[in-house]
């Protein structure tokens, strides 16, 4: 069974930086197709980034272009998401996702298996 955990949330200042971290378990990370969602109070969930198994395609949500840069680790099972230059509109519970489909391409929706989430608030 497919298991994704988010760590990396927290409490940071406008301006700021955080690293979100997705580590997958159960399943075959390297071939697989992953992305970040992110859903505020009130709102509907949201791409964020994504990016293909081999890492050589990435996509972004217009919102975050030039300030977040979405990477991963085949050899550690792991995916990231770097923030910088946080705003308050950027405050939501952000969720890993990740697809069965091999296609070596980016997804922005039909993702099969999702995190818990982390919270990330940005602070005027």
């Known amino acids: 069974q497919v298991q994704l955990v988010e760590s990396g949330g927290g409490l940071v200042q406008a301006g700021g930086s955080l690293r979100l971290a997705c580590a997958v378990s159960?399943?075959?990370?390297?071939?697989?197709?992953m992305a970040w969602f992110r859903q505020a109070p009130g709102k509907e969930r949201e791409f964020v980034a994504g990016?293909?198994?081999?890492?050589?395609?990435?996509t972004y949500a217009d919102s975050v272009k030039g300030r977040f840069t979405i990477s991963r680790d085949n050899a550690k099972n792991t995916m990231y998401l770097q923030m910088n230059s946080l705003e308050p509109e950027d405050t939501a519970v952000y969720y890993c996702?990740?697809?069965?489909?091999?296609?070596?391409?980016?997804?922005?929706?039909?993702?099969?298996?999702w995190g818990q989430g982390t919270q990330v608030t940005v602070l005027p």
């Open positions: 990016i293909s198994w081999s890492g050589g395609r990435t």
């Open positions: 159960g399943g075959t990370f390297s071939r697989h197709s």
């Open positions: 996702a990740t697809t069965r489909a091999i296609a070596d391409v980016v997804y922005k929706g039909g993702y099969d298996y």
